[in-house]
Protein backbone atom coordinates (compact mmCIF):
# COMPACT_ATOMS: atom_id res chain seq x y z
CA UNK A 1 0.00 0.00 0.00
CA UNK A 2 2.93 2.71 0.33
CA UNK A 3 4.03 1.54 -3.09
CA UNK A 4 1.00 2.72 -4.51
CA UNK A 5 0.47 5.83 -2.49
CA UNK A 6 3.52 6.80 -2.93
CA UNK A 7 3.83 6.39 -6.56
CA UNK A 8 0.47 7.58 -7.28
CA UNK A 9 1.71 11.03 -5.62
CA UNK A 10 4.61 10.76 -7.46
CA UNK A 11 2.29 10.88 -11.13
CA UNK A 12 0.11 13.37 -9.73
CA UNK A 13 2.97 15.86 -8.87
CA UNK A 14 4.91 14.71 -11.96
CA UNK A 15 2.23 15.84 -14.24
CA UNK A 16 1.64 18.74 -12.41
CA UNK A 17 5.42 19.98 -12.92
CA UNK A 18 4.58 18.78 -17.13
CA UNK A 19 1.97 20.69 -17.20
CA UNK A 20 3.44 23.85 -15.61
CA UNK A 21 6.62 22.99 -17.38
CA UNK A 22 5.35 22.71 -21.03
CA UNK A 23 4.25 26.48 -20.87
CA UNK A 24 7.88 27.48 -21.15
CA UNK A 25 9.37 24.75 -23.26
CA UNK A 26 10.38 21.30 -23.57
CA UNK A 27 13.14 21.28 -21.34
CA UNK A 28 11.32 22.85 -18.52
CA UNK A 29 8.86 20.72 -18.71
CA UNK A 30 10.84 17.62 -18.20
CA UNK A 31 13.17 18.47 -15.71
CA UNK A 32 10.39 19.99 -13.49
CA UNK A 33 8.11 16.67 -14.34
CA UNK A 34 11.31 14.62 -12.76
CA UNK A 35 12.02 17.05 -9.58
CA UNK A 36 8.07 17.14 -8.83
CA UNK A 37 8.05 13.48 -9.10
CA UNK A 38 10.29 12.85 -6.67
CA UNK A 39 8.73 15.09 -4.50
CA UNK A 40 5.39 13.50 -4.74
CA UNK A 41 6.73 9.76 -4.60
CA UNK A 42 9.13 11.38 -0.93
CA UNK A 43 5.87 12.96 0.02
CA UNK A 44 3.71 10.25 -0.44
CA UNK A 45 5.97 7.49 1.24
CA UNK A 46 6.14 10.62 4.06
CA UNK A 47 2.42 10.80 4.14
CA UNK A 48 1.63 6.67 4.80
CA UNK A 49 4.48 6.36 7.25
CA UNK A 50 2.72 9.44 9.29
CA UNK A 51 -0.67 8.58 8.85
CA UNK A 52 -1.51 4.75 8.04
CA UNK A 53 1.83 3.25 9.54
Given at each position: MRNII????????S????????HVGLLTAVILS???GG???YYGFRWF?????
Open positions: GWLGATILAAGWWLGASIAAGLDQNLK
